[in-house]
């Protein structure tokens, strides 16, 4: 990469934060990104288009929910879908995807933005299929060394499903340990499965 290309997108990520990026810059830089032609520079230019275009490019976003080629694009379409644009309750199936650590995914950035999304859908709304994916992983892992983050993360993302804030969400409440908040957020979790399932 020229040094006047990585100067480009430094300042184009700044002017994206600062709201400073014409739409008609956000509306070219989209047609780039949806005709093939970001190459290595798609994670600054759709981070540009989600922060600086808004929902009305969902459509280009979406499109790199599932990105094998970069795990932390993927990973970013799954923030701005499920988190700042509270639309990924469209998207379970990708989420749901995602959820299963896909081998492509090495670093696990696309598996742990799915993680803490899954949440954010459940907490605006109920779907079986990802309650119980993240009470799976929760619970049971997924059978590496490092699962114990991966299980604290998905107990917070049950916590957001089952209506704590954000800050609720990360830690006990105060004089709780956390080993008996955790197991309360579980049971809660199979109750409102159970329930689900009798109402059908």
Do not use: N
Not at 90 to 100: A, D, N
Not at 136 to 151: K, S, V
Not at 176 to 199: I, N, P, Q, Y
Request: glycine share 8%.
């Amino acid at each position: 990469m020229t040094i006047e290309r990585d100067e480009y997108l430094r300042q184009l990520t700044m002017r994206a934060k600062e709201g400073t990026l014409p739409q008609s810059e956000v509306k070219e830089i989209a047609r780039t990104i949806s005709e093939g032609r970001a190459g290595p520079d798609i994670y600054r230019l759709l981070y540009a288009v989600a922060r600086a275009g808004g929902p009305a490019y969902e459509s280009v976003i979406a499109d790199y929910l599932i990105h094998p080629e970069a795990p932390e694009v993927s990973a970013l379409a799954v923030q701005v879908l499920t988190g700042h644009w509270r639309v990924g309750a469209k998207y379970g199936k990708q989420i749901l995807e995602l959820l299963g650590s896909p081998e492509w995914d090495l670093s696990s950035d696309a598996f742990m933005a799915a993680v803490s999304g899954a949440g954010e859908i459940l907490h605006d709304g109920f779907d079986a299929e990802l309650l119980r994916a993240l009470l799976h992983l929760a619970e049971e892992g997924r059978g590496e060394c490092a699962d114990d983050l991966m299980q604290r993360i998905a107990v917070e993302a049950i916590a957001r499903a089952l209506g704590a804030s954000h800050a609720e969400s990360m830690k006990p409440p105060e004089g709780v340990r956390r080993v008996e908040w955790s197991r309360g957020l579980l049971r809660a979790a199979h109750d409102r499965l159970h329930a689900a399932t009798r109402r059908r």
